[in-house]
């Protein structure tokens, strides 16, 4: 393999791959990317087993040919090397840079070790926005579980249909929820149980204004949009039925400034439990009180104006969760709603134009010991 290529090119193509390299591993050839020549580019591959990136850069091609090589070593070597083009070219299981005057050789592996892509073809399938698609991820994401007792909710559930597609994320403790419509369907609805980690590459590797194509092959999903490709192994297994845990009879609504609750409850977690992270809010016409003892190390007081509707309402929460919620809360007044100091609450972002958003988001309370 021999082709030469401008630094800038190498080096962004290394960066796209090199993120999806496993810290460590046990398999040598995975913390390798994979460089493979097609016509007048490069194909870079990066893997971890469960998502693989794959990147084509221009390049002018003199031979082809393809190999691995170490992927961070060379990262690192291009974000130093002078501004000049990279004359790239592999002997055996070596490749070689050279770059003004400087002169570089790395150990690498032989192609067919590395992992093959999963076949995922794109001719049917959904077309999404990326700004769209990214709006979904950076909304709901934040809620899955990060316990391995249960790892159905360390994934993200994705619904597309023809006309709209959904994500939902809980850890069984707080939930969120957003719906967009779709651009574009060759394919009938499905719905996948996505893991994180693709979709945080996902959000790193397309732009808001990228159409990206999304198709499924048996247990794996592709995204693709010009020359960035992302693959996942989707997590197996059936969702939770997250409509039957969000209310639908809570009569008690308050609408308050998302940064004046914000601030309020960050005060409040300074004295709060370090195990249970409790404050209790009590609800009144125009009010709500906030309070937390923790007796053996203080109490803490404090008081917001809001709209409250409803009887008054006492009801404790883990102020942690509280706080992530508001934090991905698109607007700058919130809409809570209640039924029971034991029953779910909801947060809904209040906007002021016509267009409505379509997020939902919920916190089950804490009980509260007098």
Known sequence: MRFTITRQNLHNGLVAVSASIPSKTTLPVLSNILFSTDGDGIWMNGTDLDVAVRVRVPAEVLESGNLTAPGRKLQE?????????????????????????????????????????????????????????????????????????????NGVLWELSSSEMRMVATNGHRLARMTMPIGSSTATGADFIVPPAALQQVQRLFRDEDDLSVSRSGNHLGFCSGGTEVYTRLIDGAFPNYEQVIPKDNDKHAIVEKRALESAVRRMAVVASDQTHRIRMAFEEGKVHLNVLTPDLGEGHDELELEYQGQELEIGFNANYLLEVLRYMPTDEVRLTFQAPERAATLEPVSESDDKIDYLCLVMPLRLLD
Do not use: Y
């Not at 291009?78 to 002997?91: A, F, K, S």
């Open 77 to 153: 070597i291009t974000r130093e090397l002078p501004d000049h083009p990279v004359e790239v070219t592999t002997q055996n299981d070596q490749i070689e840079l050279r770059c003004g005057r400087s002169h570089f050789k790395l150990n690498g592996l032989p192609a067919d070790e590395f992992p093959t892509l999963p076949s995922v073809g794109f001719d049917e399938g959904w077309t999404v926005k990326g700004g769209d698609l990214q709006r979904l991820i950076h909304h709901t994401s934040f809620a899955v579980s990060t316990e391995e007792s249960r790892p159905i909710l």
